[in-house]
Nanobody
């Protein structure tokens, strides 16, 4: 069992930055792939970024590539999402997720555990 708690969301102006954190419980954190997803009002939850067990492999949605960076610290059981050059269209609730699999997936059903989410609002 893994419990995930996101933090770091807030209100920021367009062009600004935020760093999201996701703290995980459990001793097997390093064996899970981790992902960040987001959900805007009236829209489906969408993949943002994913990272492998070791952190050596990452994958990003085209909409955030070059602006967002996912990383993890297995010693601290934490995954991060550094978000730069934020745009109003990045406004959403951001969720972290953990998956018991070997490869990064963009599909929500491939993840086994989810956090409660943190709100990110980007004003124009």
């Amino acid at each position: 069992q893994v419990q995930l708690v996101e933090s770091g969301g807030g209100l920021v102006q367009a062009g600004g930055s935020l760093r999201l954190s996701c703290a995980a419980s459990g001793r097997t954190f390093s064996t899970y792939i981790m992902g960040w997803f987001r959900q805007a009002p009236g829209k489906e939850r969408e993949f943002v970024a994913g990272i492998s067990w070791s952190g050596d492999n990452t994958y990003y949605a085209d909409s955030v590539k070059g602006r967002f960076t996912i990383s993890r610290d297995n010693a601290k059981n934490t995954v991060y999402l550094q978000m730069n050059s934020l745009k109003p269209e990045d406004t959403a609730v951001y969720f972290c997720a953990a998956g018991r699999r070997h490869t990064i997936s963009v599909v929500t059903a491939m993840y086994d555990y989810w956090g409660q989410g943190t709100q990110v609002t980007v004003s124009s």
